[in-house]
């Protein structure tokens, strides 16, 4: 046997050399990715809370506008049939008379987020 041929041993030796080397590599990948996945795991732990949290606030919030929205009808159907106008209409004609938003809330029962929407809505048609 001469210096350039290569024996079948050797051979086998060489080939699962490099085939134990690729799979060492491939088990270190996995467990790089399965690191990653953990980790990216436990950061969208908080987050996945936040958003039940939040879906839950929605859900609370949709809730009271629609008893708002049934309460403001109500209260308009009661107050057309008395000859009153409704507490919107009495607060834009208190805001076309320049009347703050403080005073409009006070005497239109509404909030004061309501009547200060009011006042930027209608103030406008007198500037």
């Not at 046997?1 to 085939?19: D, E, K, N």
């Not at 005073?103 to 929407?117: H, K, M, P, S, Y």
């Amino acid at each position: 046997m001469g210096a350039s041929q290569v024996t079948l041993p050797t051979l086998w030796l060489a080939l699962s050399s490099v085939t134990l080397v690729g799979v060492l590599v491939l088990v270190a990948l996995v467990r790089d990715w399965r690191r990653r996945l953990r980790d990216a795991r436990n950061e969208l732990a908080p987050v996945r809370t936040q958003l039940a949290e939040l879906g839950l606030q929605v859900r609370q919030l949709s809730a009271e506008l629609q008893a708002l929205r049934r309460a403001a009808v109500e209260d308009n159907m009661g107050r057309g049939r008395s000859g009153g106008g409704s507490p919107y209409n009495q607060a834009i004609e208190l805001v076309r008379r320049g009347v703050l938003a403080a005073e409009v809330a006070r005497q239109c029962g509404l909030t004061r987020a309501e009547a200060e929407l009011i006042v930027s809505l209608y103030r406008q048609e007198n500037s």
